[in-house]
């Protein structure tokens, strides 16, 4: 099936490095949502976009929906934005397998 | 506000036994959904019910049954447990189907 593609699966980064962790779709949407799943298992919602860019804090999420691709990169790393980020598309219909993320100190 | 609460977090069944897992949010959500996560195949969407009253078939709804029992509460039920439910399920809720989802703190079922 694989509507939705993340990529790199497992990234591991010294504290500090800009981190960018991409999700590519190949079905028409009207928003996608990044998550984030903590290691004891908890899941929170980062962003819903549906174009442009948007920013909290560290995390910024750009969408491009005419190219199917989305990104969310993370601005000086720290060892508490290890987690495991999933992109969602299509009224949650579809989720990513997600992307390791671990942030060595 | 407890936002998506999840009953229960742990629960061991035999093959055969049956259970309901329970969702409630307090946010007036119009939207809820059940999912499970397994290893390596990221979350699934098992089912949704876009209003209070109707409810509809995700990716994986064999052996599952739902219940949105009013606006608040999402249940849902496996009738005959099988090995193959050995999984972690969460719940979810959003204002309408595109708004931000708020998710339950999972409920890790091993069925033996």
């Known amino acids: 099936k694989n509507e939705v593609e993340q990529s790199p699966q497992n990234l591991t980064a010294q504290e500090g490095e800009f981190i960018t962790i991409n999700c590519s779709y190949s079905v028409g949407i009207s928003a996608l949502h990044w998550l984030q799943q903590h290691p004891g298992g908890g899941i929170v919602s980062l962003f819903m976009?549906?174009?442009g860019k948007k920013k909290h804090g560290r995390l910024i999420a750009t969408i491009n929906i005419q190219e199917k691709h989305s990104s969310l990169h993370i601005t000086a790393s720290h060892p508490r934005d290890s987690a495991v980020y999933i992109c969602?598309?299509?009224?949650?219909?579809?989720f990513g397998t997600g992307t390791r993320l671990t942030i060595i100190p | 506000n407890a936002g998506v609460t999840q009953t229960p977090k742990f629960q061991v069944l035999k093959t055969g036994q049956s259970m309901t897992l329970q969702c409630a949010q307090d946010?007036?959500?119009?939207?809820m959904y059940w999912y499970r996560q397994d290893p390596g195949m990221g979350l699934r969407l098992i089912y949704y019910s876009a209003s209070e009253g109707t409810t509809d078939k995700g990716e994986v709804p064999n052996g599952y049954n739902v219940s949105r029992l009013n606006k608040r509460e999402f249940s849902l039920r496996l009738e005959s447990a099988a090995p193959s439910q050995t999984s972690v399920y969460f719940c979810?809720?959003?204002?309408?189907?595109?708004?931000?989802?708020?998710f339950g703190s999972g409920t890790q079922l091993s069925v033996l």
């Open positions: 969602v598309l299509n009224e949650k219909l579809t």
């Open positions: 946010m007036n959500h119009n939207s």
């Open positions: 979810a809720s959003s204002e309408l189907r595109e708004s931000e989802l708020f």
């Open positions: 976009l549906s174009s």
